[in-house]
């Protein structure tokens, strides 16, 4: 009988397992990478189901499993990290009034409920010691979090010191750092042009401008933050409302959405009102707070392994609406890449008119099977970026247009709808691409609009239109023919002047004097963005030296794969490409940056090293550099080239799961320290 139970269970503990394992990957892809893979309902599923299992097999415990811990986002671009005062945890999260009337029969009677609105945002904490705020941290892991107090002092909202004669010598203010909404389609609009990947909605968004190395660009960005705790001794106050009314009056940025209740009935009524209410905000919300007022009452409840229990999250559904596909349009960028966008009849979401969702690619529209004609349901929950998710039956009479819809299946063109090329598509791609780089007009203009741009050339006063001017009246022709213009021929253009041409030819001269690593940015190879550029400007510091390195070459470098190499390779294989770099190099361009060091000795010469997880003695980009003063090469995908792992804690699962399977060794910390003498 044993050995029958036995075989019952194995099914389910290998489930377990597999569950560790998908929840802690999702949470990687959360607050590490800023690439959420599971929705907020689809993760708090996977996560009551792990739950249940592991209280099935005590054996199987695990102080290392999703559920004894929060998500970490640790070990990003070399902050200090630093230990919190207290403890940062999450909140668990409830999808209905059941759950909710669940949750309050577990508080000491009468306990009243402060509702706050849940910003869709990323925690931080702040330090004041003597009324000067002293570091800003994220939630990292809960435990210990990164100090981006820079970047947080770029937040207007936030005050660098409060000068009153009732401040605390020490307390803690935490809250939610967000991007609204109107900088958050700014930002993604920028990105769009310079076919940049989007950000999928504004939590991700503040995530990755937090992170920033550079403050200026943070401010650029234009980040807001909401506050909702204080912490501490010697505060003011025995409830959670009076602390906010009186960090309010201290100069914080509290939200005037806040509500004590008395019973599930007001707290329900707060819910319907602001599920309404929220489009109209100018910060994204996905949920309601609910917080025991009483704050002997919260140290009486305490908490779990990462949740309080004197607080739950309400989550707001995904807000999805069902409307009629007029038809399918194509666009072309400006890497050929052609991309189906659905022309919608227009409807209301999240406080938004949307009339056009992309449909990113053939297979995604076969995949749901929609055609001209279709009624869709588009979907704009924590993806701000509407999107379709699926059709209604046709079958029904109202679901679709039968002139429209005649039954053929969806085929995508075989031409580029802009030059009449036949497409391409690369093995291994979903996207179809119009191989025409020289004769197709949206790749020829989106190339010189992605070579003038700020982060690349920034030369001003070229902006799209005045690109589409110049390329119609026969100016412009690729990113070398900028040099060539005259003033007079500036001039005489519409809605163009002498002034203007002068201000036009300035931006071209200072633009002379852009460095190397954002001159190669700016040549707009594929798949080499800004980050990328600069890696390979560090090593190859020439121009000429690039255009000579082989695939395997490139591959070394941190963060270039095959795929960015051979598209490396294949540009500089180009004569068209060669003839304009020369015309570039005789206008006067930085084809050269400075020489990058030698190694100080030769440790680990000829190892290519992957870094993978956060330190506690050193930052990333102090190992990174580490590495390369001893004669190693840092890479950043695990291959059998891979020397060995420098392993940290929280180490990427799909790291670790690669290396077991080629055997590539890791290392700790203190052995690779130990290494290095």
């Not at 203009?445 to 070229?462: C, P, Q, T, W, Y």
Request: one cysteine or more; hydrophobic letters at 40%; aromatic letters at 8%.
């Amino acid at each position: 009988m044993m050995d029958l139970f036995s075989e019952i269970e194995e099914p389910e503990r290998e489930e377990l397992k597999r569950l560790r394992k998908e929840l802690e990957e999702a949470n990687y892809k959360y607050y590490v990478l800023n690439m959420p893979t599971l929705s907020d309902r689809e993760f708090d599923e996977k996560m009551h189901r792990l739950q249940a299992l592991e209280a099935q097999f005590p054996d199987l415990f695990d102080p290392k499993s999703p559920t004894q811990h929060v998500g970490s986002d640790l070990g990003k671009k070399g902050f200090e990290t630093v230990r919190h005062k207290y403890p940062m945890l999450s909140l668990a999260n409830s999808y209905s009034r059941e759950e909710i009337e669940d949750w309050v029969r577990k508080l000491p009677p009468n306990a009243e409920i402060v509702c706050e609105l849940k910003f869709d945002g990323l925690s931080i904490s702040l330090w004041y010691e003597h009324g000067v705020l002293v570091k800003a941290l994220t939630r990292g892991d809960g435990v210990q979090g990164d100090d981006v107090i820079a970047n947080i002092k770029t937040i207007p909202s936030i005050p660098w010191r409060i000068d009153r004669a009732d401040i605390p010598d020490f307390f803690e203010l935490r809250g939610e750092v967000l991007l609204p909404w109107e900088r958050f389609e700014a930002l993604n609009k920028e990105r769009e042009e310079q076919e940049e990947p989007l950000f999928a909605n504004p939590r991700n968004a503040a995530s990755g401008t937090l992170k920033l190395q550079d403050p200026k660009e943070v401010a650029r960005r234009g980040l807001e933050a909401y506050l909702y705790y204080m912490l501490g001794d010697n505060l003011p106050g025995t409830t959670h409302y009076e602390r906010l009314e009186t960090a309010k009056e201290w100069g914080f940025h509290i939200s005037d959405a806040i509500k004590v209740c008395k019973n599930v009935d007001e707290v329900m009524a707060y819910i319907a009102y602001w599920d309404t209410e929220r489009k109209n905000l100018p910060v994204a919300t996905d949920g309601i707070v609910l917080k025991v007022n009483n704050l002997a009452q919260q140290e009486e409840l305490g908490f779990t392994a990462k949740t309080p229990r004197w607080a739950i999250a309400y989550k707001f559904p995904a807000e999805k609406q069902l409307t009629l596909l007029k038809e399918i349009t194509y666009q072309v960028g400006r890497t050929g890449v052609v991309t189906p966008v659905a022309n919608l009849e227009p409807v209301q979401l999240s406080g938004t008119i949307v009339q056009r969702a992309t449909l990113h690619n053939e297979d995604f529209i076969k995949s749901l099977d929609i055609r001209p004609g279709d009624r869709v349901w588009v979907e704009k929950g924590g993806e701000i970026i509407p999107k379709i998710v699926g059709r209604a039956d046709r079958n029904d009479e109202m679901s679709a247009t039968p002139s429209l819809n005649d039954g053929m299946m969806y085929s995508f063109p075989d031409v580029c709808p802009e030059c009449g090329t036949p497409l391409v598509r690369v093995e291994g791609e979903a996207a179809w691409r119009c191989p025409n780089e020289a004769g197709c007009p949206p790749q020829i203009k989106g190339k010189i609009e992605h070579f003038v741009s700020r982060k690349a050339m920034n030369i001003d006063g070229l902006g799209e239109e005045t690109i589409d001017l110049f390329y119609q009246k026969g100016l412009l022709h690729n990113i070398a023919d900028i040099y060539d213009m005259k003033l007079e021929d500036i001039a005489a253009q519409e809605r163009l002047g002498e002034k203007s041409a002068q201000n036009i030819l300035a931006g071209i001269e200072a633009s002379k004097q852009v460095p190397w690593a954002r001159v190669l940015f700016a040549l707009g190879i594929r798949m080499v963005g800004e980050t990328t550029a600069k890696k390979i400007a560090r090593v190859y510091n020439t121009i000429d030296t690039l255009q000579w390195a082989t695939v395997e070459q490139l591959c070394a470098i941190e963060d270039v794969g095959p795929q960015i190499a051979e598209n490396i390779v294949a540009y500089f294989n180009d004569m068209r490409n060669l003839e304009i770099l020369e015309r570039l190099r005789q206008a006067g361009l930085q084809f050269e940056g400075e020489a990058a060091e030698g190694p100080q000795s030769d440790k680990l010469a000829g190892m290519s090293i992957v870094i993978s997880g956060t330190f506690a003695h050193h930052s990333r980009d102090e190992y990174k550099a580490m590495i390369e003063a001893n004669g190693g090469k840092n890479v950043g995908s695990v291959s059998k080239k891979t020397s060995f792992i420098l392993a940290g804690e929280n180490m990427g699962p799909e790291k670790r799961k690669k290396a077991e399977d080629l055997g590539i060794p890791l290392k700790t910390e203190e052995e690779f320290l130990e290494m290095m003498n």
